[in-house]
């Protein structure tokens, strides 16, 4: 079965760090880039980045340029995302997202993780 | 930056009744459109890819059609299952939703 599994929720204080992991099974690891995508509550969807796990090359978007760092373990087929510097508006699902395209970057989510609601409150 | 609106932001309809949703980019995107269905709770789900392609596995009643600036998606038949939010995303560069289009029935 192909799917992206994440890990479970966080709450975090201003200011600390989070570490959210996505395990992908049922196809080729290294064949397909992966995604980050965050949705605060009652809002809409927010792309923050992209990582290879092949070579572990990254590109994220401009806004979260200071603050997130995506690698993976090609040993364990997992992806990760760190977010540092938490403020309240980081409160939000993050959703793992698998690139369509076999051959390189589509930017189009065929395949999406369950989500991990990250809450972040004093 | 590309901007993405859609129209309407809410609609109630029907169950049968013929729904469309449309979908505006503030640049040229060329057919780099997609469509993706939210139900509550529930990570989004491809529905449409380079504007008219259907996924697999998703229903004929939905379609996505147009090019340039202007898109479209229809559900032909509404379903109680459609009940959701759905959001366009462009994907010429870097990737953007529109605001998104809840859909509920009457």
């Known amino acids: 079965q192909v799917q992206l599994v994440q890990s479970g929720a966080e709450v975090k204080k201003p200011g600390a760090s989070v570490k959210v992991s996505c395990k992908a099974s049922g196809y080729a690891f290294t064949s397909s880039f992966i995604h980050w995508v965050r949705q605060a509550p009652g809002q809409g969807l927010e792309w923050m980045g992209i990582i290879d796990p092949s070579g572990g090359s990254t590109s994220y978007a401009q806004r979260f340029q200071a603050r997130v760092t995506m690698t993976r373990a090609t040993s364990t087929s997992t992806v990760y995302m760190e977010l540092s510097s938490l403020r309240s508006e980081d409160t939000a699902v993050y959703y793992c997202?698998?690139?369509?395209?076999?051959?390189?970057?589509?930017?189009?989510?065929?395949?999406w993780g369950q989500g991990t609601m990250v809450t972040v409150s004093s | 930056d590309i901007q993405m609106t859609q129209s309407p932001s809410s609609l109630s309809a029907s169950v049968g009744d013929r729904v469309t949703i449309t979908c505006q980019a503030s640049e040229d995107i060329s057919n780099y459109l997609n469509w993706y269905q939210q139900k509550a709770g529930k990570a989004p789900k491809l529905l449409i890819y380079d504007a008219s392609n259907l996924e697999t596995g998703v229903p004929s009643r939905f379609s996505g059609s147009g090019s340039g600036t202007d898109f479209t998606l229809s559900i032909s038949s509404l379903q109680p299952e459609d009940i959701a939010t759905y959001y366009c995303?462009?994907?010429?560069?870097?990737?953007?939703f529109g605001p998104g289009t809840k859909v509920d029935i009457k």
């Open positions: 997202c698998r690139d369509r395209d076999l051959e390189g970057v589509a930017a189009t989510f065929d395949m």
């Open positions: 995303q462009q994907s010429v560069n870097v990737p953007l």
